[in-house]
């Protein structure tokens, strides 16, 4: 893999990422007040997740053959 598509795969990465964080964020906030989260909280963070994890294990697997 050219080292362009390891640094677009690192800006994948981190979009997850802030996606991910965005969504824990709303979860924490609504547990601070006792409240439940919607149902469409908890799938958007369970999605968000496993974008998270997919996009990290790609990246991953690629610096490992690169590097």
Known sequence: ???IEIDELRKRYEAA???YRGH???LI???KGGGQP???DLAAEEQ???ELTRIRRELLDVLARTY
Request: charged share 20%.
């Open 38 to 40: 919607t149902p469409q």
């Open 24 to 26: 824990t964020a709303k």
């Open 29 to 31: 906030e609504h547990s």
């Open 48 to 50: 968000a997740l496993y």
């Open 1 to 3: 893999m050219i080292r």
């Open 17 to 19: 990422f802030e996606v």
